[in-house]
């Protein structure tokens, strides 16, 4: 561009030199000859020439260009002609040139009427007759005028950047221009920078010449943004971004560079990459030292990480504390150092470090929160000592606040470089002391929990080994009293004396019923009481519920009838026992506040539908009486513990306050709703809805109205290779309504009892394939995930004959009982009465199997003397203290110690000749193994069951040993 314009101010000199020729030409003297030799001269060049008169503006001539472009204009005025105007110009030059006639007059103006600028050259020269004419040359500039400004705007355009461009001549390898930027940026001179190479600056030439760096953009390819470095005058290198391009002339090859000056992105770049390396190792940190505080090596590992990521040489931790003088001071709790510096872990005088007064600073400022940071040398003289001690050269030290409170700090010593600390440093680094802190606090509130919660698990200890104790205490003597009671209603007594005994026994048992109430109620309060899930049949389940209440209501004279609804399902999953217990308090406390009329149970699906939904079935149990009613403003607070109605009810009544409490915190618990409808004097109605799941293999509904039965239904298997005797036992069993499915010997009968659920099992001892002992020692064997009848299924064993021996035989491997063959249908019915009443552990209906003692047969000579009872009462003293202890850890959830009173308890047994406590010891065994406390309640109770009987067995064959069952007692 700038040679462009040379190139026309060469032109312009040109002109000017002609201008001098003619100026130094004659003048005219008025011939002709030289008048005409001055136009042709005037009329070969190619600008504007023309000649007016100064007095009267006339133009005199014009050239043949002039003429060409404009017409003819000779005799006109020069201003109206040329200029457009109605008077002469205001610019015109006449009386400068008047004035001094021997120079040349040089000016620009824009002609309107020809819409161009002109450079024009104005003089006087003489004129025909010897006159003063001006003469004007007018050269064309309107080009060099629009380069000039767009030469202005190109300017002003690289000034106004605020990146630096260089312009640099191919030919030479020169920079021929460069805006301010591009030398400022660089500490040089226009004129310094103007005179070098683009290799004196940038990096990349320097190292590999400019062919290569500029091969692309060369051969017209485009390049794009290049990153490297330039070099300022002082050495220092500017990161730069530099883009190219390669610009052609008239006269020249240049190449534009633009070099943007990328420092901020670079620290931008660096700092985000430091950031995230931070953010990866915090990360980090706080899953190690939130997940496991506790460990120390958390912590090392945790300082580690950060002092490889600030690349420091040393990283540790100060824990604040009030010494014995009452100042503040910290101390020396954790430290990670680089290979080669030394540790300052253990030192005395780090163990103790006041604030004051070397280090108040420290004090005030992390105390707010900030930081500290800094090289040694810089810091106050008081504080230097102590760190230059540890050849600390740089330091940062960030507080620790736990709970809000200022706890200590972390600091980062580096002990080989004169370290500046970034702001980016202390503002990622201070989280990572947040995290820390958020772990110290998190560990702390974990121990407080800990520590509370150890209490809290004592103080619940202590409450229930206090009711345990307390109930054993009681249920101890209580079990004596209700024994010796009914033992002694069993003989003759005089009137008075059996009336006396029948009200000492009710009370035993209202006392033990309050004893069991408050067990329940601890163990629901603390959570300890689980919710089982297993299938049970509804009328089979509500038979046994109306067989135990019907005594109590015909007892009193009342009706007592139940109602089954349509569409409720046969079999439900659910806790059975839990329900028993609620509708046995609902329908006790019905019976019990009824004086006349009677107690009415209904059980009804609560879907509109009347039928059940497949999957979960809400039920509704109410039960309505005609009793006394409660008061409506004393519905609220009979729920409530130790509460009812009103006061007198208790002393009329009886009762502790709390089956209610249980009922409606059992409901609860199972997903349910319990509610009370009822007015004074007008009876009351209980609703409890519960959910159950339906069983799917038993998903026939019940029809409504359908009866209770007396005796449920059981699923029974017979196993017997006899197919008349099979059959016999098949029709037998169906005409007392038992479902019957039949085998033909063991192995069948495995196979069966692993596939369906069974409530009872026939077999006959001696069977081809597999016999009856072999086969009961498998179904024994069963688990609840592998097989679908209970392991601890009753099994009842069919011979023809019992021989001395058999009945070990039979009890070793695990059978129940026994019938003898032929059997006749009222001793099976009989065996299955006594089995659903939860008595037939005991023995056959018509020959024990397990009788409560059998006289071992190294003690036959000596049975009923006197060594023999006192053995007996030293056995009677040691079963009594087990039970006690068997049933402290069945209160307290213990199962191991459950499992090992069992066993011992089922060794003794064995010696003292007790088949039938030994087998249900030796059951406990080996259910606590795999089992919830809840789990084992069902064979828990048999046992004590069991126990109860072998007392009061033993009892009456040795009378001499009660002293030790009521020395016991007491």
Not at 413 to 430: F, H, I, S
Not at 625 to 636: F, Q, S, V, Y
Not at 794 to 804: C, P, S, V, Y
Not at 923 to 933: I, N, Q, Y
């Amino acid at each position: 561009m700038e040679n462009e314009v040379e190139l026309l101010k060469k032109q312009i000199v040109e002109l000017q030199r002609e201008n001098e020729i003619l100026k130094s030409g004659n003048v005219f003297t008025g011939s002709s000859r030289e008048h005409d030799l001055l136009l042709r001269l005037f009329d070969s060049v190619k600008e504007y020439v023309y000649v007016a008169d100064m007095e009267t503006y006339e133009l005199l001539y014009v050239n043949r260009t002039l003429e060409k472009d404009i017409g003819p204009c000779t005799g006109k005025k020069c201003y109206q002609f040329l200029q457009g105007l109605e008077e002469p110009c205001p610019f015109c030059t006449n009386d400068i040139i008047r004035n001094d006639p021997d120079s040349s007059h040089i000016w620009e103006l824009y002609n309107p009427v020809l819409k161009r600028w002109y450079r024009c050259i104005d003089r006087a020269i003489p004129w025909v007759g010897n006159r003063l004419v001006r003469y004007e040359l007018a050269l064309d500039i309107s080009d060099i005028r629009t380069a000039e400004e767009e030469m202005r705007r190109f300017r002003m355009a690289l000034e106004a950047s605020s990146d630096a461009v260089y312009l640099t001549d191919l030919r030479t390898g020169l920079f021929v221009d460069v805006n301010s930027r591009a030398y400022t940026q660089l500490g040089y001179t226009r004129e310094e920078i103007l005179g070098m190479r683009p290799e004196d600056i940038n990096i990349a030439v320097s190292e590999h010449g400019l062919e290569p760096y500029l091969r692309n953009v060369l051969d017209g390819r485009d390049e794009g943004a290049v990153e490297t470095y330039h070099r300022h005058k002082d050495g220092t290198l500017l990161p730069v971004e530099v883009g190219l391009r390669r610009l052609t002339t008239v006269s020249s090859e240049l190449l534009v560079s633009v070099a943007r000056d990328i420092s901020e992105r670079r620290d931008a770049q660096r700092d985000l990459a430091t950031r995230l390396m931070y953010e990866r190792v915090l990360s980090t940190c706080a899953r190690e030292l939130l997940s496991q505080f506790s460990s120390l090596n958390a912590m090392h590992t945790t300082l580690e990480s950060l002092r490889e990521t600030v690349d420091v040489c040393r990283v540790y931790i100060f824990e604040n504390f009030i010494n014995d003088d009452g100042q503040l001071c910290c101390r020396h709790r954790f430290e990670v150092c680089s290979e080669g510096v030394a540790s300052q872990f253990g030192k005395s005088e780090l163990e103790c470090v006041p604030y004051l007064p070397a280090f108040s600073r420290w004090a005030q400022t992390l105390e707010q929160g900030k930081a500290l940071s800094g090289l040694v040398d810089e810091f106050p003289e008081e504080e230097q000592p102590l760190l230059r001690a540890q050849d600390i050269q740089s330091i940062l030290v960030l507080p620790l606040k736990v709970g809000g409170q200022w706890w200590g700090l972390i600091g980062f010593d580096d002990t080989r470089t004169m370290r500046r600390w970034t702001q980016l440093d202390e503002q990622l680094l201070m989280t990572a002391a947040e995290i820390i802190a958020a772990a110290i606090e998190r560990n702390r509130a974990q121990k407080q929990l800990e520590k509370t919660s150890r209490e809290a698990e004592a103080a619940s200890r202590s409450k229930s080994e206090f009711l345990a104790n307390m109930s054993h205490e009681i249920r101890t003597p209580l079990n004596a009293i209700i024994g010796l009671t009914e033992l002694s209603l069993q003989e003759d007594l005089p009137e008075g004396v059996g009336e006396n005994l029948r009200a000492s026994l009710s009370s035993a048992e209202a006392l033990l019923d309050i004893v069991n109430d408050i067990l329940d109620l601890a163990r629901v309060e603390s959570g300890k009481l689980h919710l089982e899930e297993v299938e049970f049949s509804l009328p089979r389940f509500l038979g046994g519920v109306m067989r135990v209440m019907r005594h109590e209501a015909e007892r009193k004279g009342l009706d007592f009838s139940m109602f089954l609804g349509r569409g409720l399902p046969r079999e439900l999953m659910g806790d059975s026992g839990r329900l028993r217990q609620i509708l046995v308090n609902l329908i006790g406390n019905a019976i019990k506040f009824t004086e006349e009329g009677g107690v009415n149970v209904a059980v009804e699906c609560v879907s509109s539908s009347g039928g059940y939904i497949a999957g979960v079935q809400r039920v509704r149990f109410t039960v309505q009486d005609t009793g006394i009613g409660i008061p409506e403003h004393l519905h609220g607070i009979i729920f409530e513990n130790f509460r009812q109605a009103d006061g007198s009810i208790t002393r009329k009544y009886g009762g502790t306050g709390l089956g209610l409490t249980i009922s409606r915190q059992l409901v609860e618990m199972m997903g349910g709703s319990i509610s009370l409808r009822s007015e004074a004097g007008k009876g009351s109605r209980f609703e409890v809805e519960l959910p159950f799941k339906v069983a799917e293999t038993h998903a026939c509904a019940i029809e409504e109205g359908e009866d209770v039965p007396e005796m449920l239904p059981l699923r029974i298997l017979l196993a017997e290779d006899n197919a008349l005797n099979r059959r016999t036992m098949i029709l037998a069993l169906k005409k007392l309504g038992h479902q019957a499915d039949a085998v033909q010997n063991g192995a069948e009968a495995v196979e069966k009892a692993a596939l369906k659920r069974y409530d009872c099992i026939f077999m006959d001892v001696q069977m081809p394939v597999m016999d009856g002992l072999d086969a009961t020692r498998a179904i024994r064997g069963f688990t609840p995930d592998t097989a679908a009848t209970a392991p601890d299924v009753h099994i009842i064993a069919l011979t023809a004959h019992a021989l001395a021996g058999d009945k070990e035989r039979f009890v070793q491997a695990g059978m129940s009982s026994y019938l003898s063959k032929p059997v006749r249908l009222e001793a099976l019915k009989k065996h299955l009465v006594q089995l659903q009443a939860g008595t037939a552990d005991g023995g056959g209906a018509d020959a024990p199997l397990m009788p409560a003692y059998d006289a071992h047969p190294v003690m036959e000579p000596y049975t009923g003397g006197q060594r023999e009872a006192y053995r007996f009462r030293r056995f009677l003293v040691t079963v009594a203290a087990l039970r006690e202890s068997l049933w402290s850890a069945f209160d307290r959830g213990n199962l191991l110690e459950l499992h090992s009173l069992a066993h011992t308890l089922m060794h003794e047994a064995d010696k003292m000749g007790a088949p039938r406590v030994c087998v249900m010891a030796s059951r406990l065994e080996s259910r606590v193994r795999d089992a919830r406390p809840e789990e084992v309640r069902p064979i828990f109770l048999l046992l004590m069951d069991a126990i109860n009987h072998l007392e009061h067995e033993l009892l009456k064959i040795f009378p001499d040993a009660r002293g030790a069952e009521g020395h016991h007692a007491g």
